[in-house]
């Protein structure tokens, strides 16, 4: 059975960073293009970041540019999400994701882990 277990949330200062993980079994991972969503209460689920299957190619919703990079080791079955200058609205709960494409589309995401709650306060 598959599984995305994301970990790394926290509480952190507005400035702060936080680096998430998620790591993947029962998965050909490299097989799999990996995403990061956010969700903040009320709110529907929303891209953040994606990165290609070879880790080559990644893609940034405009409100992380430049402060958060993703990133993949196939080794270790994992992507990351390094997030630098943290704002108050990046508290959100964080999911990752695995999908055949490279794509920003949720509904193209196969399999998803059970989140990570990031809190950012002031």
């Known amino acids: 059975q598959v599984q995305l277990v994301e970990s790394g949330g926290g509480l952190v200062q507005a400035g702060g960073s936080l680096r998430l993980s998620c790591a993947a079994s029962?998965?050909?991972?490299?097989?799999?293009?990996m995403g990061w969503f956010r969700q903040a209460p009320g709110k529907e689920r929303e891209f953040v970041a994606a990165?290609?299957?070879?880790?080559?190619?990644?893609t940034y919703a405009d409100f992380v540019k430049g402060r958060f990079t993703i990133s993949r080791d196939n080794g270790k079955n994992t992507v990351y999400l390094q997030m630098n200058s943290l704002k108050l609205e990046d508290t959100a709960v964080y999911y990752c994701?695995?999908?055949?494409?490279?794509?920003?589309?949720?509904?193209?995401?196969?399999?998803w882990g059970q989140g990570t709650q990031v809190t950012v306060s002031s």
């Open positions: 029962a998965l050909t991972f490299n097989n799999y293009a």
């Open positions: 994701g695995a999908s055949r494409p490279f794509t920003i589309l949720i509904r193209q995401y196969n399999y």
């Open positions: 990165i290609s299957r070879s880790g080559g190619s990644t």
